[in-house]
């Protein structure tokens, strides 16, 4: 998809997307910082997310659960098969957040769009603010892999036991 990247299975570029804006095998996913961001105009043919109602159990403040997953996706048009493509605003910070439950619930090609959609912007690209006709899909996620998480007592014996490096990779 973007071979000038070392992980071209991660990272697309805003290039890639446009000219794959009417790919009906891929699913272009908004999950903006701002929950409001989408209805003003995302990229055409993007579905959006609600990284507050529909990404977290307001519950357990947690990743939503795989039935809740299943669900998502499935009324997003998304099978398993289907190549996730997701950006944001705000450098993609909600963005990269669904990236990693799709990844803990087993999705196979998701990926971002590099700059999300302040570079989208930045280079004249078109927004619309209709809402894609979506077919719904049936989703089978996989059971959560929580491997690739790491809690904070976990962060805090490594770090007492000096064998790891913590990065902060928060913007200022």
């Given at each position: 998809m973007a071979t000038q990247y070392a992980e071209s299975n991660v990272?697309?570029?805003?290039?890639?997307?446009?000219?794959?804006?009417?790919?009906?095998?891929?699913?272009?996913?908004?999950v903006d910082v701002d929950t409001s961001a989408y209805d003003q105009g995302h990229v055409p043919g993007a579905v959006g997310w609600n990284w507050s109602t529909q990404l977290c159990d307001t519950l357990v403040r947690d990743i939503i659960s795989v039935n809740k997953l299943e669900e998502l996706l499935g009324s997003s048009g998304i099978s398993n098969d289907t190549p996730i493509i997701l950006y944001g605003d705000n450098n993609n910070w909600f963005a990269a957040w669904a990236f990693w439950q799709l990844k803990v619930y087993g999705h196979k090609d998701v990926r971002l769009m590099n700059g999300g959609q302040k570079k989208w912007l930045a280079e004249g690209r078109e927004l619309s603010t209709d809402p894609p006709k979506v077919q719904p899909k049936t989703y089978k996620a996989q059971p959560a892999d929580f491997s690739i998480r790491t809690t904070l007592p976990e962060v805090q014996k490594a770090m007492r036991e000096k064998r790891t490096a913590l990065v902060d990779v928060r913007s200022v």
């Amino acid at each position: 998809m973007a071979t000038q990247y070392a992980e071209s299975n991660v990272l697309v570029t805003t290039e890639w997307v446009a000219q794959h804006l009417q790919d009906p095998s891929i699913r272009i996913v908004e999950v903006d910082v701002d929950t409001s961001a989408y209805d003003q105009g995302h990229v055409p043919g993007a579905v959006g997310w609600n990284w507050s109602t529909q990404l977290c159990d307001t519950l357990v403040r947690d990743i939503i659960s795989v039935n809740k997953l299943e669900e998502l996706l499935g009324s997003s048009g998304i099978s398993n098969d289907t190549p996730i493509i997701l950006y944001g605003d705000n450098n993609n910070w909600f963005a990269a957040w669904a990236f990693w439950q799709l990844k803990v619930y087993g999705h196979k090609d998701v990926r971002l769009m590099n700059g999300g959609q302040k570079k989208w912007l930045a280079e004249g690209r078109e927004l619309s603010t209709d809402p894609p006709k979506v077919q719904p899909k049936t989703y089978k996620a996989q059971p959560a892999d929580f491997s690739i998480r790491t809690t904070l007592p976990e962060v805090q014996k490594a770090m007492r036991e000096k064998r790891t490096a913590l990065v902060d990779v928060r913007s200022v």
